[in-house]
T-cell receptor, first 112, second 111 residues
Framework: GAGVSQSPRYKVAKRGRDVALRCDSI?????LYWYRQTLGQGSEVLTY????????KSGRPSGRFSAERPERSVSTLKIQRTEQGDSAVYLCASSLLKNTIYFGEGSWLTVV | GIQVEQSPPDLILQEGANSTLRCNFS?????LQWFHQNPWGQLINLFY???GTKQNGRLSATTVATERYSLLYISSSQTTDSGVYFCAPTGGSGGYQKVTFGIGTKLQVIP
């Protein structure tokens, strides 16, 4: 069975450019999360959605971060006008309601 | 939101040694997971443990929700156990959960 997959795995972006990261979650999972993980700072939730309703945009300046869910098992995290501080691992995860959360392998973003 | 504290932040073990990792959290939670992030960055779920004790091979975990802590035991450690161990309590209402991560315990097992 397929797990959560993310693409691209590695991305180098020039500062100021927009970046889109894709997540294919597990079929049938309801809740989808985007996390950002930086060295020494752990992980912070960027956004999560249940079905197609965006629930939360806590964390980093939400104006530049947005997530779309064009299909139930697909999400795209968009980062506008990237900054060097956006360099991090972006993790996508999905779950059924109140169940184990499954993570993708992450997209490693470096902003230069 | 929930505050999570993990200890120790760094740990070096000789292969074969045992260790206990601790996770304290600040609020009542619906559930708690332990993850292992291997040196290649992949996050792997170890335990889904809202309360009680579970065992999986050389690993076991105990959560005492009323006292707001969880422990991860690693016995007879191996070099493949190296990586970062994250505690992630989950809380929320309305049928969905919000996961908060600790900053992790970085474990290095040396041969």
């Amino acid at each position: 069975g397929a797990g959560v997959s993310q693409s691209p795995r590695y991305k180098v972006a020039k500062r100021g450019r927009d970046v889109a990261l894709r997540c294919d979650s597990i079929s049938g999972h309801v809740t989808l999360y985007w996390y950002r993980q930086t060295l020494g700072q752990g992980s912070e939730v960027l956004t999560y959605s249940q079905s197609d309703a965006q629930r939360d945009k806590s964390g980093r300046p939400s104006g530049r971060f947005s997530a779309e869910r064009p299909e139930r098992s697909v999400s795209t995290l968009k980062i506008q006008r990237t900054e060097q501080g956006d360099s991090a691992v972006y993790l996508c995860a999905s779950s059924l309601l109140k169940n184990t959360i499954y993570f993708g392998e992450g997209s490693w973003l470096t902003v230069v | 939101g929930i505050q999570v504290e993990q200890s120790p932040p760094d740990l070096i073990l000789q292969e074969g040694a045992n260790s206990t990792l601790r996770c304290n959290f600040s609020d009542s939670v619906n559930n708690l997971q332990w993850f292992h992030q291997n040196p290649w960055g992949q996050l792997i779920n170890l335990f889904y443990i809202p309360s009680g004790t579970k065992q999986n091979g050389r690993l076991s975990a105990t959560t005492v929700a009323t006292e707001r802590y969880s422990l991860l035991y690693i016995s007879s450690s191996q070099t493949t156990d190296s990586g970062v161990y994250f505690c992630a309590p989950t809380g929320g209402s309305g049928g969905y959960q919000k996961v908060t991560f600790g900053i992790g315990t970085k474990l290095q097992v040396i041969p």
